[in-house]
């Protein structure tokens, strides 16, 4: 199993953070941390797409000068 921990040593350690934090602290936290992933996914996409028109735009001018280069060569 994983690493081996067992089912039940995981249901005990659960039921202790439940008895140390309550149940709603830990949806709280579940919440939190679901959206910290969604904001991280969603400015690594962003990122990608502010890049892309940049890479875009420096492809464009190496191929200007490599056409430039042929038809003077």
Do not use: C, H, R, Y
Not at 3 to 23: E, H, N, R
Not at 43 to 59: H, I, L, R, S, Y
């Amino acid at each position: 199993m994983l690493g081996g921990i067992s089912i039940w040593q995981l249901l005990i350690v659960l039921a202790i953070l439940v008895l140390i934090f309550g149940t709603k602290k830990l949806k709280n936290l579940g919440s939190d941390l679901g959206g910290a992933v969604k904001g991280f996914k969603e400015a690594v996409n962003k990122e990608e797409e502010e890049t892309d028109p940049q890479q875009t735009a420096q492809a464009k001018v190496i191929d200007v000068e490599a056409k430039k280069d042929d038809k003077s060569a």
